[in-house]
């Protein structure tokens, strides 16, 4: 692979072409507003390897599902959100010769992204195979002040020849994804237009029904002066292109600008989609390049300025950080509650684009401490608009009186996905979406989402497991069977404990819901809770005896508890143990061996002592962490900053930063060397977590902030922005000094370590604080 220079934080470059590692960067280049975005495929044609990728947000395909044998309760499809119409390519031919970099002799080659404005760039000198040096330099943006559009400036310059170049915007929606279960086409053609510079085409869904629009427009200057557009148009199915002809003597720039629109009837009326796209690109004529840029660079750097993460010294950790922070930003804005996160975002096809339980377990603490409260319960009424969905996929699996089972993978609602052992068993997810609902509050102090839906998905959870555990006589103890724990290298086992601890807090949290949802609006309350036909005495009463009675598996002679109740029958090695050819496993050991072995793909006792950190002291979570992460191989990415937390909690600082880079890197190194298919975007949002909550010792607790900073070896200062109850602080720690800056118009009281310290409103507060001691 070419090299990704770190030494700046603020830029990824690709320096050198690499036809090889092409996938990779073109995941890595990719752009987002959150409503549309893609890959960052080259503008011009190239006939090199290439995943080409451009997403709409929420529009999908249900792919039929093909799965070996099929068991009874599978969903009949898998969401797909697709590939689109792509709005960016600018075909170049240079004397009747077509710039292909994969034909051409790249005599240099740079691509970078600037994260700091959220642009593109890409700039080479490249010999065609008829002799001919061209320089190009090409910006690209994808709007996040115009949430339908993107920009691009594409400039070449033949170096030492008179050429006549042939330039052909389009816009293609002959694509297909790579990912289909029966090699379907997905879109059908509604209508295309092209004349002069400007053309669409309008797509629909087939099955799904979404109509889509994808248009551009287009100038072209030369010595700066506009030149007029006398094109010839071409069309064909599910395609439009407008070409001019330009003649540009040696040294001589001509400069193509082209704007691309998306708008789909998921947001508007079907018939105004083309109107909208339109009216978008009419704007941004009319504005110019240079304005558009500068709202978007502004917006970018709002955004900075309320989520980055500076860290000194470590320019690895930085460039991560910032790349992960950048790819978060891109992919949700938080302003449709119908949108919610994939884990490949706008970066790829895999994993379908839909909604995981990554979501609330790893995205949301990133949402709820970098913007506003609207953005986060987006996320939390997301669910709350699928609870009747939910209600009915338990019901499919036999459960009654209104229990809901969210699905693993969905993105309407839904259960897509089809293995049994994730589709039934992964049911940790529902514990969750519970967990999110008092994380939310717990972070902004909107009691009332109770009210406003949180309740009723609350209580459809419960019964889920107050239905789903059964009583084991022998035990004498309420146990939950035939269940897959957040680590799926073990399926169908017994009283997986971080299943079950999330049950347990699921039914005493909603029976607390529901007397606060009481005191908050008592009229309201008993709406909701006859509203779902509550049997509040009978229902309540058997959550608290399942509640005091579940089955927690532990091992006393350890002090550990126990992943499922028969972990220690397993032949105990370490990961030293494995041989390094043999690794990652999944990708040379058979299922079965996987499934006997001890080793665990990624935190699942641990993932619930971080979730209830609070309830277990520090020699509890250093056993556990003693016992299981010589085990773990984290060969899911959300694994590595669930143990970076702990780590640094129990101040093994050394694996923490081991941890922390892994997940911060994890594409940028492509270290599972799978970023060819996309970036792993909902692990981006563990990376955060280990920055702030882990080495920042940020929290929340009973209302107010708390942090305990510590930093990494090697780093010499940890800055991050912390938002709660609409107060944003601005902090920073080097290895003598804590500086917290109050920008919100109220004092606040905040928590350094175990001191509490008034903060006054636009004030900063500097503290003298040798480095956090650990043990
Ligand atoms: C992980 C799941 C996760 C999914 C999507 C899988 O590899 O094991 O926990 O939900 O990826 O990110």
Known sequence: MSSLNANDGWTVTQNGFDPEGNRVFESLFSLGNGHFGGRGNHEEAYSGDSLPGNYLAGVFYPDPTRVGWWKNGYPDYFAKVLNAADWKPIHISVDGEPLDLATATIVSFERVLHMRTGELTRSFRATLPNGVTVDVEALRFVSIVRRHLGAIRYRITPVDADVSLEVSAQVNGDVVNQDSNYDEGFWDEVSRSVSEARGHVVLRTKKTAFECATAMAYEVRRNGQRLPITSRVEEAERFVASTIDVDAAAGQTIEITKYGANATSREMPADEIVGCCDAQLDAALATGFDELQAEHRAAWEHRWDISDVVIGGDPAAQQGIRFNIFQLNATFTGDDPDLNIGPKGF????????????????????????SEPEVSKNLLNYRHRQLGRAIENAGKLGFTNGAALYPMVTINGEECHNEWEITFEEIHRNGAIAFAIFNYIRHTGDEHHLLDGGLEVLIA???????????????????????????EYENNVDNNWYTNVMARWTLRYTAEAISRARELDPQRAQAIVEGVALDEDAELDRWNTIAEGIHLPEDPERGVFLQQGNYLDKELLTVDDLDPAERPIHQHWSWDRILRSCYIKQADVLQGL???????????IRRNFDFYEPRTVHESSLSPSVHAVLAVRLGRLDKAHEMMLRTARLDLDDVNADTDEGCHITSMAGTWIAAVHGFGGMRVVDGELHLDPVLAPGWTSLGFQAQYRRAWFSVTATRTSLTIENRSDTTRPVWIGSTRQMVGAHDTVRVERSARPVD
């Open 347 to 370: 970066t790829g096809e895999k994993y379908g684009g839909v909604t995981y339980w990554d979501t609330e377990a790893f995205c949301l603490p990133f949402y709820l401490a970098t």
């Open 461 to 487: 959870i419960s019964r889920f497991w107050a239905q789903r555990v059964s009583f084991s006589e022998p035990k004498q103890a309420w146990v939950i069977l035939g269940v897959t724990g957040p680590n």
């Open 610 to 620: 971080l979730v209830f950190e609070d309830e277990y002291d520090l020699d509890t």
